[in-house]
């Protein structure tokens, strides 16, 4: 198991509910009819390399626990370790003052992170350029909007590598356009190996950096695991009734191959009445920044049109993957009719109901997710 760039163990945080805190209870702690629980005993691992997502509701507790595990607040109870250098993409104009220019605010930032002075130059330029501010740079950041803050913190936050993020809702800060170079920032640094906590409203942005996530409700970690499942449950997605035909869950450890070998998925079906059946496999990969983007993926097949039970076989020859955990995704549907109409599907395992199906490859490395065999030429 990888090291852990950020350990929660038991965090607890409470605040008073209303008055000023007694001398006594400076010392003592407050009442518990006193105070309001904002975090409770809240446990969770970030592995070294890898983002986890903290989605929830308005009052969950989410910025909060990013608050402690950016040590704004301290916790009353348990504790929370960080295993590296740390960015906190929040609250991050907090160490200077709305007096400052935007050009003054990047040279202190960069003075308070250590980064030698023959490097400031080419670094401040960076921080303007990629911030958009033209010339706003020079202007005091009183004058500023909250947009145009949030690009200056977040281009300060990101001109040095770190190797611990801890984000709260900036990666929607600004138009499309600064979006998106915002996401490919955040892609760099995290392929480079850096780890975060993302705190956010946006399971989109979950699904497109994360490999787990858990749900805070009432400061109590409500639902966790892998980010697909986390986020059907937090939306509480429909499923399809599976009532009319299904797929049948298989054995453990059976959805695998070996990287360059044939493979063959064998898929098990049972259909409860007669229906025309039809169905189509994809194979994908988290792209940090992007989300699951498919790497296998089949049109749809015809299984059977009566009741019982089909098993399916879909031959990959070789597997053209490098060894990693995939997501399967498998769709069950019914024959479009004879004008064209939609399909129906009876039943689905897939990342977007929090159903998909882990697809394991073995065997060795390879450079590339998905390795192929190439001839090169060369002409003088």
Not at 8 to 20: D, S
Not at 311 to 324: A, C, D, F, T, Y
Not at 338 to 356: K, M, N, Q, S, V
Request: glycine letters at 12%.
């Amino acid at each position: 198991m990888p090291h852990s760039a950020i350990l929660a163990e038991g965090v607890t945080k409470h605040f008073p509910k209303t008055g000023r805190l007694s001398l006594g209870e400076l010392f003592t702690g407050l009442h518990p009819d006193r105070r309001f629980t904002a975090v409770d005993g809240v446990n969770f691992q970030v592995p070294q390399g890898e983002v986890v997502g903290v989605l929830g509701r308005n009052g969950a507790g989410k910025s909060t626990l990013l608050r402690i595990a950016g040590g704004i607040y301290s916790p009353d109870a348990g504790r929370i370790a960080l295993t590296g250098d740390l960015a906190g993409l929040f609250e991050l104009g907090g160490f200077g003052n709305t007096l400052l220019t935007g050009r003054e605010f990047a040279r202190r930032y960069l003075e308070m992170f250590g980064v030698e002075r023959a490097r400031h130059k080419a670094l401040i330029a960076d921080i303007g350029e990629f911030s958009e501010l033209g010339p706003y740079f020079d202007e005091r950041i009183r004058t500023y909007s909250a947009g145009m803050a949030a690009r200056l913190y977040f281009s300060a936050a990101t001109a040095i590598p770190h190797e611990i993020y801890l984000i709260d809702e900036i990666l929607s800060v600004g138009d499309e356009h600064f979006q998106a170079k915002s996401w490919a920032r955040m892609r760099e640094r995290l392929a480079a190996g850096a780890s975060g906590l993302l705190v956010t409203h946006d399971w989109s942005a979950v699904i497109k950096l994360c490999r787990r996530a858990l749900v805070l409700a009432a400061g109590r970690v409500v639902l966790e695991g892998r980010s697909d499942v986390v986020v059907a449950g937090y939306l509480d997605l429909p499923r399809p009734a599976a009532n009319r035909a299904r797929l049948v869950d298989p054995e453990p450890g059976s959805l695998s191959g070996t990287a360059g070998e044939d493979c063959t998925i064998a898929l098990l079906i049972e259909a409860q009445e007669d229906v025309s059946m039809q169905i189509a496999v994809s194979i994908e990969t988290l792209q940090l920044g992007i989300g699951w983007e498919p790497i296998v993926l089949t049109e749809f097949q015809e299984v059977g049109r009566s009741r019982g039970r089909y098993k399916v076989g879909v031959q990959v020859p070789s597997l053209p993957l490098s060894p990693g955990e995939y997501s399967l995704s498998v769709f069950l549907s019914t024959a479009p009719d004879a004008d064209g109409g939609p399909r129906e599907i009876l039943d689905a395992r897939a990342w977007t109901y929090g159903t998909g199906w882990v697809f394991k490859v073995e065997g060795q490395h390879a450079n590339g997710i998905a390795p192929f065999p190439v001839a090169w030429s060369e002409e003088s």
